[in-house]
């Protein structure tokens, strides 16, 4: 593989899409498992790959270089539940209402692919709505299964869906939030749409939207599990390529801006509006052009080289610095900046399961909430500003009593 040199793109690999050649424009370096939290007892069979990132020549669709298998990131353990933001948990019920409005038959059949602990279709079970999630990782999957919701412990993919579509008829929606960007094996996830899908159905998926993540520089959007940073004109492109067609698109505030495609059988519906729109915008703005790309890494640089300096600077004059929300893209920024509890001292996170062990790579402990404001920090740093409304406004006494809030997208400043 050829690292850019004099800001030229080098062709290190193939696209997982259309099989182009992707020009690597971004290398975050060596970085653990995003969502791998640590024993002390884990610290030495850590696992590590690259995280550099690309775009196809051919289809312009912007991915990882690295693949890592999917076993080692989705599994028993895995420790993300999607319930734990109360914005998220709304944005989930206003969604199953919308796609069980919208859907062709009158007795819909709902798919979920990622339904995690069921924060989406438990919605759909109230609606009295036949569903069916689809959900590898066995610790949340069984959440949703002790709410009575119908979950199959499996990865989508052709044969799974196969299997459903025989024994349980076609699927009028299929639905998946934070997932199919998540999946490099497309072709794969596209037979099983093919097999499952019924003539009028709808595959909808949201995902980070790559205009959202150049315009911001949220670098930390970039890890392992985000695979593919979808724009309008690469999910159209491959839309075509397995037989669907991209026929709306809708531009999504959570998770740091995100965009939602709506895909059918190719010639079943007529596309808005808004996806000749956002096309075109993406085309003006010059989304994927080699300038573009190359110009977001250069921010990337640039914002690190601003934490970094003002952690140091901060931890020079005796204050004390916290992280908050241990999420997956916190793993990036502290491995790719080099921030280890020397500069943060701990990170106070919700959820159980990343209590009491150590962040992925950079190794810093992490608190449950509780440990916040036993007393409270000089600086915060926050690590999930996804969630920054919300949890500003949980934290308010913080602020209140003098403490700030260190935010590094888009760009290094105190609030
Ligand atoms: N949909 C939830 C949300 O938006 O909060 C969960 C998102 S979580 C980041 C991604 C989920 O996709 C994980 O729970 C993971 O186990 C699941 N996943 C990964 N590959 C999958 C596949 N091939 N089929 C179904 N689920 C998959
Ligand atoms: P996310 O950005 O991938 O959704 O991850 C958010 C992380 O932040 C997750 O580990 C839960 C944590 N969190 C809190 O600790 N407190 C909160 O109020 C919220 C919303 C999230
Ligand atoms: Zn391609």
């Known amino acids: 593989m050829t690292e850019p040199a004099n800001g ?3 062709t290190v690999s193939r696209c997982r899409v259309c099989g182009g ?10 970085q653990p498992l995003s969502d791998a939290f640590l024993t002390p007892g884990d610290v030495a069979d850590e696992y590590f790959y690259r995280l550099a990132v690309g775009c196809c020549a051919s289809c312009t ?5 690295e693949e890592v298998p999917r076993e080692r990131m989705f599994h028993e353990g895995y420790p993300y539940h999607s319930s734990g933001s109360s914005v998220m948990r709304e944005h989930f019920a206003r969604t199953a209402r919308d796609l069980v409005r919208s859907a062709a038959s009158d007795d819909p059949f709902v ?3 990622g339904c995690n602990d069921g924060v989406m279709l438990s919605t759909v079970r109230d609606l009295g709505v036949r569903h069916l999630g689809f959900e590898p990782s066995g610790g949340v999957a069984r959440i949703a299964q002790a709410g009575g919701i119908r979950v199959r412990v499996d990865f989508f993919e052709a044969s799974t869906a196969a299997e459903v579509r025989a024994e349980e008829g076609p699927a009028d929606v299929i639905y998946a939030a934070n997932t199919l960007c998540h999946i490099p094996y497309v072709e794969s996830i596209m037979k099983g749409v093919d097999a499952l899908l019924a003539p009028d159905g709808v595959l909808v998926f949201e995902d980070p939207y790559l205009g959202d993540i150049i315009s911001k520089t949220s670098f930390d959007q970039i890890y392992d599990e985000h695979f593919f940073f979808f724009s309008a004109g690469s999910v159209a492109a491959m839309a075509r390529r397995f037989g669907l067609e991209l026929v709306d698109v809708q531009h999504l505030p959570v998770h740091g801006g995100e965009v939602r495609y709506t895909l059918a059988r190719a010639g079943a519906r007529t596309p808005s509006d808004a996806v000749a729109e956002l096309i075109e915008r993406e085309e003006a703005a010059r989304l994927t052009d080699p300038a573009t790309l190359l110009g977001f890494a250069s921010g990337v640089a640039r914002i690190r080289d601003d934490l970094t300096t ?15 929300g241990a999420t997956a893209k916190s793993a990036t920024v502290t491995n790719f900046c080099g921030i280890g509890p020397d500069l943060v001292s701990y990170v106070c996170d919700s959820t159980p399961a990343k209590q009491g062990r150590l962040t992925p790579g950079a190794h810093i402990p992490v608190l449950p909430p509780e ?8 600086y915060a740093l926050l690590f999930a500003w996804n969630h920054a409304e919300e949890i500003m406004a949980k934290e308010r006494e913080f602020h209140d009593n003098g403490g700030r809030w260190v935010l590094y997208v888009p760009d290094v400043r105190i609030v």
């Open 8 to 10: 030229d793109l080098a």
């Open 21 to 30: 050649p992707l020009n690597q424009f971004l290398d975050l370096g060596r």
């Open 61 to 65: 669709m912007v991915q990882l270089v």
């Open 111 to 113: 798919v979920e692919i």
């Open 310 to 324: 003002l952690l140091r600077e901060l931890r020079a004059q005796g204050k004390t610095v916290v992280g908050y």
């Open 371 to 378: 440990a916040f404001s036993t007393p409270y920090p000089d």
